[in-house]
């Protein structure tokens, strides 16, 4: 499965490796914001080579992902600052999470899923999900 999806996507496996190489070489990894991870702390006690390359590689993907997460949550509050109705309060990995009127969620649902979309500008695009409930246990 690993060798198919490599042959179908070959920039890919060429940056993990190019990710991999940078971070034995300089000891870190940087997101496509510029936070360093060093990755000797983050493998400390991991023997498996395998596993610091893991490592080496996620960092900087996951690093971004929570980068552009950031940056959406900044964009959002500043989108609704003067909105008392309108509530960013939770970020879990990827997600935002928000509260505001029944009659409102699709507006507020709409403009989350707009600002997480246009938070960054990358080579692939930033897909988006929207989910709504009356509390935390339906979303």
């Known amino acids: 499965i690993v060798k198919k999806y490599f042959k179908a996507l070959p920039r ?9 190489e940078q971070a ?32 080496a590689v996620n960092s900087p993907i996951q690093g971004t992902a ?11 509050q500043e989108r609704f600052q003067n909105d008392d109705e309108v509530h960013l309060f939770l970020q879990v990995h990827d997600s935002l999470i928000c509260e505001c009127p029944p009659e409102r969620a699709s507006e507020v649902g709409e403009a989350l899923a707009d600002t997480m979309r246009s938070a ?20």
Request: hydrophobic share 40%; aromatic share 6%; glycine share 6%.
């Open 24 to 55: 034995k070489e300089r000891g870190y990894t940087r997101t496509l914001w510029g936070r360093i991870r060093p990755v000797a702390e983050a493998a400390e006690g991991l023997r498996d080579r395998s596993a610091r390359k893991r490592i």
């Open 66 to 76: 929570a980068d552009v997460a950031r940056k959406a949550m900044v964009d959002f």
């Open 12 to 20: 890919v496996e060429r940056y993990l490796e190019e990710s991999a």
């Open 120 to 139: 960054a500008s990358l080579a692939v695009p930033l897909e988006t999900e929207g989910k709504r409930g009356s509390s935390l246990a339906d979303v």
